[in-house]
């Protein structure tokens, strides 16, 4: 099946800086998702972006499918900003519907 | 308020037992999934849906059952065969396809 891989796994950031999430896949996807999830679990969407570019406030989101891989960026972090972040891609090869998760980066943001 | 809910958000099981699961969506989507999440790892498919009274195996059904006999319910039943069920389980939705996904606030399973 398609491999997803995030890095870094681990992240710790001050208040105020900024930071790169990177997530590669292994052959070509249909879908990628970008979600954050929260202290209590609850993934919350970010950008759903199988290619291209988009931007929400202080987020933005750049897949490249050529080259497998897509990038999260985070300007200005704030405490709040703080949980994991997974990247998760549908694919057609697998024979199966449904996302293949990366297992994420723990972003830390310090006040 | 248009949304995916999931019931009971904590459930504790002994050894041995049958437990079933809910998730009931509002958003008039055609499909429906299954996910698991271990400590620390990301999610692994259990089963999908893609229409009514149809579903199909994820990536790790051994153990697990579902049903869909209404567009809006997909409940997924823990079987006593499911070796590791200690888990939390997270409830997705979307229009079919490879669609935006979107996911209910998950129930955490623990077997005593």
């Known amino acids: 099946g398609i491999q997803v891989e995030q890095s870094p796994p681990d992240l710790i950031l001050q208040e105020g800086a900024n930071s790169t999430l990177r997530c590669n896949f292994s052959?070509?996807?249909?879908?990628l998702q970008w979600f954050h999830q929260n202290p209590w679990g609850q993934l919350i969407n970010l950008f759903y972006?199988?290619?291209g570019t988009k931007q929400n406030g202080r987020l933005s989101a750049t897949t490249v499918a050529t080259e497998r891989y897509s990038l999260l960026y985070i300007s200005s972090s704030q405490t709040t900003d703080s949980g994991v972040y997974f990247c998760?891609?549908?694919?057609?090869?697998?024979?199966?519907?449904?996302?293949?998760f990366g297992k994420g980066t723990h972003l830390i943001i310090q006040p | 308020d248009g949304g995916i809910t999931q019931s009971p958000k904590y459930l504790f099981r002994k050894e041995g037992q049958n437990v079933t699961l809910s998730c009931e969506q509002n958003l008039n989507h055609d499909a429906m999934y299954w996910y698991r999440q271990d400590p620390g790892q990301g999610l692994r498919l259990i089963y999908y849906?893609?229409?009514?009274?149809?579903?199909q195996k994820g990536d790790i059904a051994e153990g697990y059952s579902v049903s869909r006999e209404k567009k809006e319910s997909f409940p997924l039943t823990v079987t006593s065969a499911q070796k590791n069920p200690t888990a939390f389980y997270l409830c997705?939705?979307?229009?079919?396809?490879?669609?935006?996904?979107?996911f209910g606030p998950g129930t955490r399973l623990t077997v005593l």
């Open positions: 052959d070509s996807v249909n879908n």
């Open positions: 998760a891609v549908g694919y057609s090869g697998g024979g199966a519907d449904g996302l293949t």
């Open positions: 972006i199988p290619s």
């Open positions: 997705a939705s979307n229009s079919g396809g490879y669609n935006e996904q979107f």
């Open positions: 849906s893609q229409i009514v009274n149809d579903f």
